[in-house]
T-cell receptor
Framework: NAGVMQNPRHLVRRRGQEARLRCSPM?????VYWYRQLPEEGLKFMVY????????ESGMPKERFSAEFPKEGPSILRIQQVVRGDSAAYFC???????????FGSGTRLTVV | DAKTTQPNSMESNEEEPVHLPCNHS???????IHWYRQLPSQGPEYVIH???SNVNNRMASLAIAEDRKSSTLILHRATLRDAAVYYC????????????FGTGTSLTVIP
């Protein structure tokens, strides 16, 4: 039973490029959450999705960031026109319905050069 | 979201018990107390959670004060692999499934 799979583990992008981060939840999990962790800081909630629905995007920056969780396939966090300040570790977590806890992936470390 | 307060850092000797405190004076009656930990370069992992009663599992114990305004995560015998940042989080599932992480306690285990 594979855990939450995130890819790529490391991603390097030049300023102005697009970054696409993928998250495959655990089997049977229908809820996905994305978090961002800046260097030396705690995790900040970004967005909470269920299949084909965004439930809460209160933590998403207003511009350049978007997320989706389609009926088939992984959840995608998309960052357009990346800037140096987007450099961070991005973690995805998943849970089944009405669960008390999450399972986190190992994260994608984005570096913008 | 109800806030939690934790010490920034703590140290423990290997194979000794560790008590990690958390204050949550504004906790509501429907808030569950959750603990996660994050090892270096990894995603957080679930440790334990509780509502009112003390809880035990294979990883740790959770002691919850009678008034629920504070709790303590207890690692019975610290190992080097327990060195991590420990997060105490309150969550009310009636208002959403999201966890909001604070800055946590960085635990150093001394061999």
């Amino acid at each position: 039973n594979a855990g939450v799979m995130q890819n790529p583990r490391h991603l390097v992008r030049r300023r102005g490029q697009e970054a696409r981060l993928r998250c495959s939840p655990m089997k049977g999990h229908s809820h996905v959450y994305w978090y961002r962790q800046l260097p030396e800081e705690g995790l900040k909630f970004m967005v909470y999705l269920q299949k084909e629905n965004i439930i809460d995007e209160s933590g998403m920056p207003k511009e350049r960031f978007s997320a989706e969780f389609p009926k088939e396939g992984p959840s995608i966090l998309r960052i357009q026109q990346v800037v140096r300040g987007d450099s961070a570790a991005y973690f995805c977590a998943s849970s089944p319905i009405n669960s008390y806890g999450y399972t986190f992936g190992s994260g994608t470390r984005l570096t913008v050069v | 979201d109800a806030k939690t307060t934790q010490p920034n850092s703590m140290e423990s000797n290997e194979e000794e018990p560790v008590h990690l405190p958390c204050n949550h004076s504004t906790i509501s009656g429907t808030d569950y107390i959750h603990w996660y930990r994050q090892l270096p370069s990894q995603g957080p992992e679930y440790v334990i959670h509780g509502l009112t009663s003390n809880v035990n599992n294979r990883m740790a114990s959770l002691a919850i004060a009678e008034d629920r305004k504070s709790s303590t995560l207890i690692l019975h015998r610290a190992t080097l692999r327990d060195a991590a940042v420990y997060y105490c989080i309150l969550r009310d599932v009636s208002t959403g499934n999201q966890f909001y992480f604070g800055t946590g306690t960085s635990l150093t285990v001394i061999p």
